[in-house]
């Protein structure tokens, strides 16, 4: 039994609860190449909704992998992540496309804590951002826009009770009954406010302004779980300089940078590397250090904890 084989089944052996399926990163494809195949990936999304009785609680479609938070048992994740590949790749071949890989695969992580539904939230809705596609909020292949905003508001949709059942099958690409209620974009496909559970994300973040500052502040939940998806990612200068206010805050209780001694300097260059996965030439140059010292506090074993 190969690896991938003993990871499906430990996966089909979960309980029902809370997960972030994300799959693998395609390096050399994308399983999104035009607004219409975006568009159907997003329809697919609501479908594994219905089909499986998934929960979808998040979720952001990219060129080459996407992220879904969801609740269902392990083994109606898995049916859902090989529905969504069966899916997504006929469409690329019906298209002209290379087909995806036959062991492309995803990652299941189970979501245990309120804290952790918040950072894993935080994550999907910033991917799309960290990648500089758009501002936080404005990518359109995704859930993030849902929430406290009006934009879906301006879509001319329609319902799918306005459709033939025909009509409506050749959009999906399935005889799945669809709600009546669901509303279809004539260019963006089913809008994610259709299928979206809404009320978790409200309970979590109960006013705009908390939801937007963990969205471009919460630092230390993306890199969290970033780390362990193995994915990576990169603070843009201005983030570097506020994460050293927070961690100079929160280690040295505010003391300014130039008072730090060297062994406080180190210290900080560590968790930086270690935590937020930050390049030691941007680190050296945020504390005005030299890449060899801080290359050395990373090989000392008093210094490579962030202890």
């Known amino acids: 039994m190969t690896e991938k084989h003993k990871q499906r089944e430990l996966y089909r052996s979960w309980k029902n609860t809370y997960?972030?399926?994300?799959?693998?990163?395609?390096?050399?494809?994308?399983?999104?190449?035009?607004?219409?195949?975006?568009?159907?990936?997003?329809?697919?999304?609501?479908?594994?909704?219905?089909?499986?009785?998934?929960?979808?609680y998040s979720f952001s479609l990219m060129p080459n992998h996407f992220h879904i938070l969801l609740s269902g048992t392990g083994m109606d994740c898995v049916a859902a992540f090989d529905y969504l590949k069966r899916k997504i790749n006929a469409r690329l071949v019906m298209d002209g496309n290379p087909s995806l890989p036959l062991d492309y695969w995803f990652k299941l992580t189970p979501v245990d804590t309120p804290e952790q539904m918040k950072a894993n939230y935080i994550y999907i809705d910033r991917n799309a951002y960290e990648l500089q596609y758009c501002v936080p909020g404005g990518y359109l292949w995704s859930s993030c826009y849902v929430y406290y905003s009006k934009i879906s508001d301006l879509f001319m949709a329609c319902p799918a009770a306005s459709f033939s059942k025909r009509k409506l099958e050749q959009m999906t690409g399935s005889r799945i009954i669809i709600p009546d209620d669901w509303q279809f974009h004539p260019v963006y496909g089913l809008l994610p406010s259709s299928f979206i559970e809404q009320s978790l994300f409200y309970r979590l973040f109960p006013n705009p302004k908390e939801y937007q500052t963990h969205l471009v502040k919460d630092y230390e939940a993306f890199a969290k779980i970033a780390d362990s998806l193995e994915e990576s990612f990169i603070f843009s200068k201005e983030e570097r300089e506020d994460l050293v206010q927070k961690l100079?805050?929160?280690?040295?209780?505010?003391?300014?940078?130039?008072?730090?001694?060297?062994?406080?300097?180190?210290?900080?260059?560590?968790?930086?590397?270690?935590?937020?996965?930050?390049?030691?030439?941007?680190?050296?140059?945020?504390?005005?250090?030299?890449?060899?010292?801080?290359?050395?506090?990373?090989?000392?074993?008093?210094?490579?904890?962030?202890?």
């Open 19 to 56: 997960y972030h399926l994300s799959s693998d990163g395609w390096k050399n494809g994308r399983l999104f190449n035009t607004v219409a195949q975006y568009a159907y990936g997003m329809t697919l999304i609501g479908l594994i909704h219905l089909r499986f009785g998934l929960t979808i």
């Open 248 to 307: 100079l805050w929160k280690l040295f209780h505010g003391k300014r940078l130039k008072e730090l001694s060297g062994n406080e300097k180190g210290k900080l260059a560590v968790i930086m590397v270690n935590q937020y996965k930050i390049p030691v030439p941007d680190i050296a140059i945020g504390l005005n250090m030299s890449e060899k010292m801080i290359n050395q506090f990373l090989r000392s074993k008093d210094y490579v904890r962030g202890n």
